[in-house]
Each structure stands twice: as structure tokens, then as C-alpha cells.
């Protein structure tokens, strides 16, 4: 594998803009995996937030606050079939969105990659803003793990939305953690 990975959340941005080909993979699951959850369930809502997620992986919009933004303005709460629910659309709701989408497609490009090259196993870093007492940081953190274990339950949360409480990357919304290959 060659090109730059990112060690924590907050470097998938930068490490896409200098890894082309890891962008476009991350588009194409972007734009063919599924995305579920009530704010985005409506077909064309889910192609509005598909939008989005490219415009920011390509750096058409260029932070994640654009994005939290672009997603509340072309996502309205008045527009939904769940605009009324509140668990829904609670305060923050874009942000998880984008950010568990976005860590999502980048660990699932990423881990594809390490599969399709025949590596084992994968570490993940302690991010620079984890929750020490978040599930995430003390089972994953500072540890190797087995590639396609955690490729696994991303796959049967995510992308088949049978979730479960098994410990997965991203684990939660907020979750900094981000698979690499190298240890240092």
C-alpha cells in the first residue's frame, strides 16, 4: 500500500486530498454502499446526503463544519417524514451524520485495501481527542487487531444496519479512531 493514511479522524480530510486513489475509492463506496438511519431514509434525501459526502471528500466543501452545515440546509427537518421526531433530529444531528458516514467510508476503503493486499491484521491508533472511557478507546486503541474481524462488523452494521453492541470503528459518532497499517 502506498500514499499516506490517517492515524486519527481529524487527518482523513488532509489525507485524502494527497491520496487520489483512496479518494476515489472512498467516493465509490460513497456512492453505491448503503446508508441507513431516519434522517436519510427517503431516496432523495439519501441522495442529497450522498452529495454531501462527496462535495467534502472531493474539497468542494472544505471542512467538516461546511459540511454539517450543507447537510441541516439540504437535508430539512421540514421535509423529512420524521421532521415531527426529535430522537431523529436532535440537536447535533448533522454533525453524527457526516461524521460517522465519513469515518465509515474512509475505515471500509481503507480495510478493503488491507484485504485485497493480504495483510492480517491492523492497528489502530489512540486519536488526539479520544474519550478514554469510550468502549473504542479501551478495546481498539494502541492494539492490532484482525483486518477482517472488524471489516466485518463494519460490514453487517453499516452497510446491512444489523447493529449490535460488538465493537466495531467508527464505534460511535464521535469516534476519532481510524484503521492503519503501521504501528508507529
Request: glycine content about 4%; some cysteine; hydrophobic content about 35%.
Amino acid at each position: 500500500m502506498d500514499g499516506k493514511y490517517a492515524k486519527d479522524f481529524s487527518e482523513i480530510l488532509s489525507v485524502l486530498s494527497e491520496n487520489e486513489e483512496l479518494k476515489s475509492e472512498v467516493v465509490e463506496l460513497i456512492k453505491t454502499k448503503s446508508i441507513h438511519g431516519k434522517a436519510t431514509e427517503e431516496p432523495q434525501r439519501k441522495a442529497i446526503f450522498r452529495e454531501v459526502l462527496i462535495d467534502v471528500v472531493n474539497g468542494k466543501l472544505s471542512t467538516l463544519e461546511s459540511a454539517y452545515r450543507a447537510t441541516e440546509e439540504r437535508l430539512s427537518i421540514i421535509d423529512s417524514i420524521y421532521g415531527w421526531d426529535r430522537k431523529v433530529f436532535a440537536s447535533g444531528w448533522a454533525e453524527r451524520h457526516v461524521r460517522t458516514q465519513l469515518s465509515r467510508f474512509y475505515n471500509q476503503a481503507v480495510m478493503e485495501r488491507l484485504i485485497q493486499d493480504g495483510k492480517q491484521e491492523c492497528f489502530i491508533h489512540h486519536s488526539s481527542l479520544e474519550d478514554s472511557s469510550t468502549q473504542c478507546s479501551i478495546i481498539l486503541a494502541g492494539k492490532k487487531h484482525l483486518v477482517k474481524e472488524l471489516y466485518e462488523r463494519l460490514i453487517k452494521n453499516y452497510e446491512n444496519g444489523n447493529w449490535d453492541k460488538e465493537v466495531k470503528i467508527p464505534d460511535h459518532p464521535h469516534c476519532t479512531h481510524v484503521v492503519s497499517l503501521h504501528i508507529n
